[in-house]
């Protein structure tokens, strides 16, 4: 389980590096809107201190609910503040890192080794009906 949380945290470098992540529910759901295709992977996060916002429930359900009728590998982290420290600025400011995700390239000719395991991940997940697995993100 140590290893794929060490994927994500590979694939969300990398997607980072080269321009293809984005972070933040209402810039997420905008891509998935926009181009649906160009989504490789979705990562939701949350902590306890998040749990009982309903908005954000209400947020996840339709981004979990289009994830799946779209046939994107949507996985959920379970401390947003790690998460945002591995996605966030220079300065580690990110108030919303809820929601990132991770598109392909524009030049489709790219294999990313971290993102194979992760969508496989999903896939075994789901054949034990884990249609949302969580991944602990582990300190380095």
């Not at 209402?26 to 949350?46: F, R």
């Not at 945002?84 to 995700?101: P, R, S």
Request: proline letters at 2%; one cysteine or more; a negative charge.
């Amino acid at each position: 389980m140590e290893a794929i949380g060490k994927s994500l945290k590979e694939a969300l470098k990398s997607a980072q590096c080269e321009d293809r992540l984005t972070v933040g529910v209402y810039e997420s759901a905008k891509i998935m809107n926009d181009d649906p295709d160009s989504v490789s992977l979705c990562v939701l996060a949350t902590d306890e201190e998040w749990e009982c916002d309903i908005a954000l429930q209400i947020h996840f359900t339709l981004i979990q609910s289009f994830c799946f009728d779209n046939d994107i590998s949507i996985v959920r982290v379970n401390d947003m503040q790690r998460l945002a420290k591995i996605v966030g600025n220079k300065t580690g400011q990110l108030e919303d890192a809820h929601c990132c995700l991770i598109t392909n390239p524009a030049d489709g000719s790219w294999e990313d080794a971290a993102l194979e395991k992760l969508h496989l991940f999903c896939e075994e997940s789901h054949s034990l009906n884990d249609w949302v697995p969580e991944i602990t993100l582990l300190e380095r």
